[in-house]
């Protein structure tokens, strides 16, 4: 089922002091539904793919154009009780959406959703066919490969990779005993992403084209549980950020270029004490990162290659910022919530030097 919606949403400019020069910030939410709509990718055509929560917790994914039309979708087999139901996560510049579904069943199930609106299921050999077990799919690149993982009846968590002509590869990464979690593939086929190891300690991973997989290890990372390194996204460059939890588990931003060299850092305002924390989401072509800190109600950062900080709030009282895509022109994406804990998309452009 496909709905079609001509959005009447709000614009507002963003002031001189919060990035150097003026940019635009729109707010919006899938009508009916105004408390949960989660953006999840933008494009490089300024395309927005995520999910929303309807008011009976069924999840329903939609695409809004760039010039704010919203298309609400379901995949085929998507239950329609409490959190079951279809979610977006990826979409690529030609407009084809990836992401994963629940059954009736509450069994996972990926998806890809062509730019006509025919939608295609993904289901891996070997994934688990019992209540959150199956396949998910994260993130699709331009040529049509879809990554993800799949969880098999042992809920054990593995990688996979689907060509767009249907092959699928899976794989799993050495030493990884919780685990194997996908993040992003890039352009090139290249796929980043995390694993746990038997101490459940965090590492980052890349895995070539030709399957050869680099772990990735940030100096500073704690060597407890749930500390260590977790890759978010990487590049056409071959450059990953991500995020690296240390020894008193205060998380850190780091980037690591492809011939493997890393950088940490924090986020101005991130702050330094337990639970404080600079959150990187995404990096687009250009080398600009963008992420979340958590210091106070939590806002926005856009870190550029020359690491150059700008962060930034959307202009509601007391909401919580979460910027968790960029395209490669430097339009950002995200989410927020407000003090009544209801959550709204935006697409933000930064104006001046933050804007690629």
Known sequence: ??????????????????????????????????ATTMTQAINANGIVTGYYIDTGRV????????????TTFDAPGAGSENYEGTSATSINDAGAAAGFYLDTY???????????????????????????????????????????????????????????GGNITT???????????????????????????????AHGFVRSTSGVVTPI????????????????????????????????SITHGFVRSADGAITEFDAPGAGGGPHHATQPFAINAG???????????????????????????????????VANCINAAGVIAGFYYDLLNEYHGFVMTPGGDTAK
């Open 59 to 70: 999840s329903h994914g939609f695409i809004r154009s760039a010039n704010g039309v919203i």
């Open 287 to 321: 080398g600009t990162i963008i992420g979340t800190d958590t210091e106070g109600a939590g806002s926005a950062f856009i870190r550029t290659p020359n690491a150059t900080f700008t962060t930034f709030d959307v202009p509601v009282t007391g909401a919580s910022t």
């Open 1 to 34: 089922m496909t709905r079609l919606f001509a959005m009447n949403w709000f614009c507002l400019l963003l002031t001189a002091s919060a990035f150097g020069q003026q940019g635009t910030f729109t707010s919006f939410v899938v009508p009916g539904f105004p």
């Open 106 to 164: 509450g069994a996972y199930h990926g998806f890809v959703r062509e730019p006509g609106g025919v939608i295609s299921s993904i289901d891996v050999r070997g994934a688990g066919t019992a209540s959150y077990l199956g396949t998910i799919g994260v993130s699709i690149n331009a040529a049509g490969t879809i990554a993800g993982e799949y969880l098999d009846a042992g809920s054990v968590y593995h990688g996979f990779v689907s060509a767009s």
């Open 217 to 248: 290890d940030a100096r500073g990372a704690g060597t407890a549980n749930s500390q260590g390194t977790y890759a978010a996204s990487i590049n056409d460059q071959g450059t990953i950020t991500g995020q690296v939890t240390d020894g008193n």
């Open 171 to 201: 794989f799993d990464i050495p030493g990884g005993g919780s685990g194997t979690f996908i993040q992003a593939i890039n352009s090139a086929g290249v796929v980043t992403g995390f694993y746990y190891d038997s101490n459940h300690v």
